[in-house]
């Protein structure tokens, strides 16, 4: 069983950065790639971006790309995610993922069998 707990959401106002961490149990983690998605009210949820197992592959949406960045620490079971520039239109709830699927990161939220509880992130204007 995988349980992943995010943290690091709250209101910031555009321009701003903030870091996400999602912290994973079990002995699967270093093994596994991981994704960030979000969802905005009224919205599906949509793909943020993805880490492989081991770092070397990662996958962002165009509307984050140069502003977000995504990495991890094995050693630590963390995930993170690291958001610069943000804009209004950034504000989400965040959630991580787990995918047991082995080889590259997955974008779509189908592929992903664990999901932590998500973090609001509101970003003001």
């Known amino acids: 069983q995988v349980q992943l707990v995010e943290s690091g959401g709250g209101l910031v106002q555009a321009g701003d950065s903030l870091r996400l961490s999602c912290a994973a149990s079990g002995r699967t983690f270093s093994s596994k790639s991981m994704g960030w998605f979000r969802q905005a009210p009224g919205k599906e949820r949509e793909f943020t971006a993805a880490?492989?197992?081991?770092?070397?592959?990662?996958y962002y949406a165009d509307s984050v790309k140069g502003r977000f960045t995504i990495s991890r620490d094995n050693a630590k079971n963390a995930v993170y995610l690291q958001m610069n520039s943000l804009k209004p239109e950034d504000t989400a709830v965040y959630y991580c993922?787990?995918?047991?699927?082995?080889?590259?990161?997955?974008?779509?939220?189908?592929?992903?069998?664990?999901w932590g509880q998500g973090t609001q992130v509101t970003v003001s204007s």
């Open positions: 880490i492989s197992w081991n770092g070397g592959i990662t």
């Open positions: 993922a787990l995918t047991w699927l082995v080889g590259s990161p997955q974008t779509s939220p189908d592929k992903y069998n664990y």
